[in-house]
């Protein structure tokens, strides 16, 4: 039978990108099936089945895990090979598609089916505009962190396939995680953001002490993180960044460049503060406040504790 | 919104046929390091949060002062509207800074056309690179534009000349190391160069303008100042018909700058009007803002072929005096009332708000300085007489 | 050294206009070169200087988009290679397999560099691409690249972890905005760029087409906003209250 294959270095993800082959699968009359890489994964499910690789490391590099998937796809003929648009994703995906000559449609959600092509949508132009893609079968795609719910469950069976040794002439030779106690921005029900409209890096205690009140977490637009240094990377939400999409994404002293409403614009409702009243933030948002924060977000407090 | 706009990339191609993509790729790559070094930091300029100092030199190695001047001068030898239409971008992202390079490089344009084979060779490089900060000294207490009623005078002692009195509302006083200075001597007005420090050579206090805030504007005061013979510009007694070419040019670039202020101004005019209406104002606001809006494009893009025509003839060797003086006449008094529009249009926003009113305040200075609105006139109207015989 | 880097002229998001229909307006739409491609071409000038050689710059485009080749040159690149085709005709496999063919055409390169991705379309797919297909190692969203003798040490950004790896020449990579502050070329380094040698490839010349079929997009459009856009006046304690009242009704805050 036809198979839509589905690979992430990520188990959360890889349950996402399931749910979306779940739909690729049910337009091309396919199963679905989860790889496995090196060794069995019991955080992923899958409702066709898992197919195991041996040959590769149990965490693979991307240039490993591609060419273990590759070696596979060249005898299994999958339709579709699907992962999620991670930075590994990415890379796995895009490297598969040229080790097999085989499109790969990115950055996906609302993923579709036929009997021929594999097709969704994605956000282009900074999200100024959204893009309808397609790709004739066989194909790769990138699927949209965020966009599916996790497949729970599932009962297929284990399938296993010998695709040899594997390497990779790029060795990790040491992982660090980014900064200890780094928020988790994806699963934030508030997040207060901080732009340039902040002064000096000394005045983020007041939005980091408003995102604890808030019961959120703080990010930040880009100038903050990767020109002025004054948060870690992994607060910066943007293109080239984290994607969010909270409850409330509070944004202060944020003008609002298109590169930034594109990592916050599926919040559920956007709130801003600025003292531009022309700032592009208030067009993305759903109530703004023109004014100093200086002056606003105290009297927010103010007003939170008065509600306590 | 980019400063270099389509507009200006059309008006190059139609002023410079076969130039106007290299034209146009370094006017729009100085227009991208203008919106992102200079523009943000005009509203701290005005503010007086920021030093002018650091956005100039950038501007100085970025190359805009050595723009219209000769390549064996170390110049980029480009045409005079190339470096008018730089003034309007830098007139949009900070008419102060503005203000200051475009004093500064009309002394660079005084010692091309006027200084010896010696001085341009001791300064003129250091001057279009910005190595040397120079500043441009004529009008007085007393006097304005007019030269033959200047007060300073130049006394020739041995191989020296002694400067004595005072010049005032000198832009980059104090902050300069060069002053093309005009002083009266016996055979009339005359030009020096004059180096600083050195004794004799004082500065009053920095003047609190009502704009142009980012800029210094200072008196400069001579006691027994000395300077030697040999930095006497061009000929002595000469000083007043320098000082005149020297302003006509300036003129195009002031109308230039003019423009820029009143093109920011718009721009904050147009987001404005199209947030009201995308905020669910009542359109009738909206449709009152819209005459406002048609005159001051109309205004801007008049204003800019003016200065373009100006600029353009002075390039071809053209007597361009009046045009030039049209050109400011007309942009600083379009400027002015594009941005009272603009505050109109922002309503109690417009009155209350530093980063829109300080366009009215930047553009006010310009229908006075380098030549008063009133004298201009004249001066049009005398040579528009004299060529219609 | 010899350093390859790679440009796109893209679409300039902030100047793109819709129709009355909501889809963007490509045609004639202005173009740039893609934001974080400066931060590609600030890191091979970077190289250069630090191992001496030389920057060649490889692009796909049409003749209109020579001005981004240019801007590259301008920030201190030798020279530039431009296979004509119009970017927005071929997908990233294409565009990928014709660059890696223009690479090795006038290669060998020690180092061939990419952005993580174009800020028009940020598929991220060509750098990975490229080095499959160039046959190289390659790695991804470099923050930091340091190069000593036939091997390279660079620090990989990944979402929640920092990796460093340690590779051989020659390599492709990716490098991501956070890697440098690209330099803004000078007025005089523009008009010289004007002289700098630019080869012109067809890229049907350099890489036969064929073989493959690519990604289609049959459609395009815009987002309507579907936010309130509700501006709340007042003094800022007003203002707060207000604000905070607001909501606590949508039930965001508790």
């Not at chain 2, 404005?272 to 001051?296: C, N």
């Not at chain 2, 942009?331 to 309503?347: F, K, N, R, V, Y």
């Not at chain 3, 893609?34 to 091979?44: H, P, W």
Request: aromatic share 6%; charged share 25%; proline share 4%.
């Amino acid at each position: 039978m036809k198979a839509v294959w589905v690979y992430s270095e990520s188990d959360a993800v890889s349950n996402e990108v399931a749910s979306a082959a779940v739909d690729v699968a049910k337009g091309a009359g396919a199963e679905v099936q989860v790889l496995e890489l090196g060794a069995q994964r019991p955080g992923v499910f899958a409702s066709g089945g898992k197919l195991l690789l041996k040959g590769p490391p149990s965490s693979p590099t991307p240039g490993a895990a591609a060419e273990a998937i590759a070696r596979a796809a060249r005898e299994l003929q999958p339709i579709a090979i699907l992962t999620g648009a991670t930075r590994t994703g990415r890379e796995v995906a895009s490297r598969l598609a040229a080790k097999l000559r085989i499109g790969c449609i990115a950055e996906v959600s609302k993923l579709g089916a036929d009997g021929e092509s594999i097709f969704g949508e994605r956000n282009v132009f900074a999200g100024k505009a959204v893009a309808r893609v397609s790709c004739p079968f066989p194909a790769a795609a990138t699927v949209k962190v965020g966009a599916y719910p996790r497949l729970a469950g599932g009962n297929g069976g284990l399938q296993e396939k010998d695709v040899g040794a594997v390497s990779d002439p790029v060795k990790v030779v040491a992982r660090e995680a980014k900064s200890a106690g780094a928020v988790d921005l994806k699963s934030a029900k508030v997040i207060v953001s901080a732009g340039r409209g902040v002064k000096k890096k000394e005045d983020l205690a007041i939005l980091e002490e408003l995102a604890k009140e808030m019961h959120g977490a703080l990010g930040c637009s880009r100038p903050l993180s990767a020109d002025l240094g004054w948060l870690p990377e992994e607060h910066h939400i943007g293109l080239t960044g984290v994607t969010v999409k909270p409850e409330l994404y509070l944004a202060v002293g944020i003008s609002g460049q298109l590169q930034h409403v594109a990592g916050m614009k599926d919040s559920k409702v956007v709130a801003s503060i600025n003292t531009d009243k022309d700032a592009p933030i208030f067009q993305a948002s759903d109530y703004g406040v023109v004014g100093d924060l200086y002056q606003v977000v105290p009297a927010i407090r103010k007003a939170l504790a008065a509600r306590a | 919104m980019a400063i270099y706009s389509a507009e200006h990339r059309r008006l190059m191609e139609m002023l410079h046929p076969d130039h106007h993509r290299e034209y146009s790729e370094v006017l729009s790559s100085l227009g991208g390091f203008m919106e992102k070094e200079i523009l943000p930091l005009s509203p701290k300029l005005d503010a007086g949060e920021a030093s002018i100092v650091e956005p100039r030199n950038a501007l100085f190695e970025q190359g805009m002062t050595l723009i219209p001047f000769p390549v064996e001068h170390g110049g980029l030898g480009l045409p005079f509207s190339v470096y008018a239409t730089a003034v309007e971008l830098l007139g949009t992202a900070d008419a102060s800074v503005a203000l200051s390079v475009e004093i500064h490089n009309a002394v660079a344009e005084g010692l091309l056309r006027f200084g010896d084979h010696r001085q341009r060779k001791k300064y003129l490089n250091a001057v279009i690179t910005g190595k040397t900060l120079a500043s441009f000294a004529l009008t007085e207490p007393a006097s304005g534009s007019d030269s033959s009623a200047m007060a300073t005078t130049a006394e020739k002692k041995g191989g020296e000349y002694v400067i004595n009195g005072s010049k005032m509302f000198i832009t980059n006083a104090g902050e300069a190391s060069l002053y093309l200075v005009f002083a009266k001597s016996k055979k009339g007005p005359s030009c020096f160069l004059l180096e600083a420090p050195r004794q004799g050579l004082k500065f009053g206090g920095d003047l609190k303008k009502l704009g142009m805030k980012g800029s210094k504007t200072a008196e400069v005061i001579f006691e027994d100042c000395r300077v030697p013979e040999e930095n006497l510009v061009g000929e002595e007694g000469q000083g007043g018909e320098y000082a005149k070419e020297i302003l006509h040019g300036a003129r195009i670039v002031v109308a230039a700058l003019n423009v820029g202020i009143a093109q920011i101004a718009y721009e904050k005019s147009v987001a404005y009007a199209k947030a009201r209406k995308a905020f669910g104002k009542p359109v009738s606001e909206f449709q009152l803002t819209r005459e406002k809006i048609a005159d001051m494009k109309t205004g801007i893009g008049a204003g800019r072929l003016l200065y373009l025509y100006a600029a353009r003839i002075k390039e071809l060797g053209g007597d361009y005096a009046s045009e030039a003086s049209q050109a400011k006449v007309f942009a600083t008094e379009m400027s002015l009332e594009a941005c009272d529009d603009a505050i109109q249009i922002h309503g109690g926003y417009g009155y209350t708000t530093d980063d829109l009113h300080r366009h009215w305040r930047d553009a006010r200075l310009l229908t006075i300085g380098e030549g008063t609105s009133e004298v201009l006139r004249m001066l049009i109207s005398r040579k528009e007489l004299a060529r219609s015989q | 050294m010899k350093v390859a880097v790679c440009v796109k002229h893209a679409v300039d998001e902030t100047e793109l206009k819709l129709d009355q229909g909501g889809r963007p307006v490509l045609g004639g739409a202005a173009g740039k070169m893609s934001t974080f491609d400066k931060n590609a071409v600030e890191e091979a000038l970077r190289l250069k200087s630090k191992h001496q050689g030389e920057v060649a710059v490889f692009m796909v485009g049409t003749a209109d988009s020579k001005k981004t080749m240019k801007e590259a040159l301008a920030m201190g690149a030798d020279r530039g290679v431009l296979v004509s085709a119009d970017p927005a005709a071929i997908d990233t496999f294409r565009t990928a397999e014709v660059l890696a063919a223009a690479i090795r055409r006038s290669g060998p390169y020690d180092v061939v560099i990419c952005s993580e991705g174009s800020s028009d379309t940020y598929s991220g797919q060509v750098p990975p691409m490229l080095g499959e297909l160039l046959g190289v190692p390659y790695v991804g969203y470099a923050r930091k690249i340091e190069v000593s003798g036939q091997s390279a040490k660079i620090e990989r950004s990944l979402e929640d972890s920092v990796e460093t790896v340690e590779s051989p020449l020659p390599l492709a990579v990716s490098v991501v905005s956070e890697i440098n502050e690209p330099r803004y070329p000078t007025l005089i380094q523009i008009m010289q760029a004007g002289k700098k040698p630019i080869e012109e490839l067809a890229a049907d010349a350099v890489a036969p087409a064929g073989g493959y079929r690519q990604v289609s997009v049959p459609s395009m459009s815009s987002q309507p906003s579907t936010r309130k856009h509700v501006m709340i006046e007042g003094t800022p304690e007003e203002a707060a209250a207000k604000l905070v009242d607001a909501l606590v009704k949508e039930g965001v805050l508790k």
